[in-house]
């Protein structure tokens, strides 16, 4: 007589056959040249936006812009040395961009954590509770590492909730 499969097995199943088929995918990744872009991009999008995000005062000496704005120069400048030391590579020197080869099982766990993490964001905003973001992100990352003892469950909630208590009523952080 067959048993009857926990959701957790279930899950895991799913997550086992996805994680076969992405453990034989591979992409080659000219990596300088993709860093280079993004950087750039990255820079110049943040630039673009600074003046909307942090107010300026006219009786600052140094305003709230200047080490982000030398930042994001800095970065930019590099990001540009990069992408030109490898397009002289590619265009001068007649060599191929340098590659790497990225595993995509490896990258969809990392987007998970992000994504685990972005949505802890997103619940502590909307909910303006961090103890509902906080038990989410202890039980999405008990399930994401496969935990299967309910006490582990159990100890992380409580442990979670009472440090939120302790800040919140012991030590008056509203957060």
Known sequence: MKEKQSWMDRLDEKRDAIG????EKEIKLPVDLVTGVFFLLLGAVILAVMPS???????DV??????PTLLMVVMMICSGMVLA???????????????????LLV?????????????????????DLF????????????????????????ITLTMAVLIWVAFRFGLNVNF
Do not use: H, W
């Open 20 to 23: 076969r088929k992405l453990s």
């Open 107 to 127: 990258e969809v766990k990392a987007l998970e954590i992000l994504a685990i993490l972005l949505l802890t964001y997103v619940i502590c905003r909307v909910m």
């Open 85 to 103: 030391k490898e397009l002289y590579q590619i265009f001068v020197k007649k060599m191929p961009p340098a590659t790497k080869n990225i595993n």
């Open 62 to 67: 140094v305003n709230g812009r200047a080490f």
């Open 53 to 59: 995000q942090v107010p300026v005062s006219d009786t």
């Open 131 to 154: 103890v509902i973001g906080a038990i989410f992100c202890s039980l999405a990352f008990l399930v994401y590492f496969r935990c299967r003892k309910v006490s582990y469950y159990a």
